[in-house]
């Protein structure tokens, strides 16, 4: 197994949203493996009060819930339909997401490490992992998964799909490539391979 110089081997799995990176990422993860979700940290930073402060100055009390608490929806149709909006965010919440998920690499026991992230090459975060593994599926499939899982209409899943790099554009980073548009026993397949040919196990 290739090894990074902190003795530990962070494998990161990233793909368009609705490419299915998540499910391969559950795929990779054993008794062995730290499995970091970047969308669930994301989560975890968004209710952080420092950062609800400057996402609020930004954007205003109107993508409060009637808790107070940030709506990602509300938040999602302002930034998912203006670059501008999307740019004032990601320069707030792309540093605490960084500095996470290197506080959760450095604190683990675990040597292998699980990168679950639709924004490792976006947030620049390429330099955190040692192997990048890019999941693809066909575009309707993409389209279908986003509606289904986030429970979208057509348009706004559309838009988030156009804020993130094309699907091509992320195959240029990948070291490996696992292509999840058919049953997921040939996804597993994959998976094995890969696995087989990092740590052997």
Not at 50 to 71: C, P, Q, T, Y
Not at 117 to 127: K, S, V
Not at 158 to 168: T, V
Request: glycine share 6%.
């Amino acid at each position: 197994m290739p090894r990074s110089r902190n003795n530990k081997f962070v494998l990161g799995i990233t793909g368009c949203i609705g490419s299915g990176k998540s499910t391969v990422a559950g795929m990779f993860k054993s008794a062995a493996t730290l499995l970091i979700d970047a969308d669930r940290l994301g989560h975890e930073i968004l209710s952080r009060r420092s950062v609800r402060a400057k996402v609020l100055k930004l954007f205003g009390a109107k993508i409060l819930k009637s808790d107070n608490s940030i709506d990602r929806r509300k938040l999602g149709r302002i930034v998912f339909g203006k670059k501008s909006a999307l740019s004032g965010l990601n320069l707030i919440m792309y540093p605490e997401l960084a500095r996470l998920i290197r506080r959760r690499i450095a604190s683990t026991s675990k040597r292998i490490i699980i990168l679950d992230a639709a924004l490792i090459i976006e947030a620049g975060l390429t330099g955190l992992v040692d192997k990048l593994v890019v999941v693809t599926a066909g575009k309707s499939q993409k389209l279908a998964r986003t509606r289904k899982k986030l429970g979208l209409s057509e348009r706004e899943a559309i838009l988030r799909m156009k804020s993130q790099i094309s699907q091509k554009q992320k195959e240029r980073f990948a070291d490996f490539i696992i292509d999840n548009s058919a049953n997921l026993s040939k996804t597993k397949k994959q998976v094995s391979q890969i696995r087989r040919q990092l740590w052997k196990s």
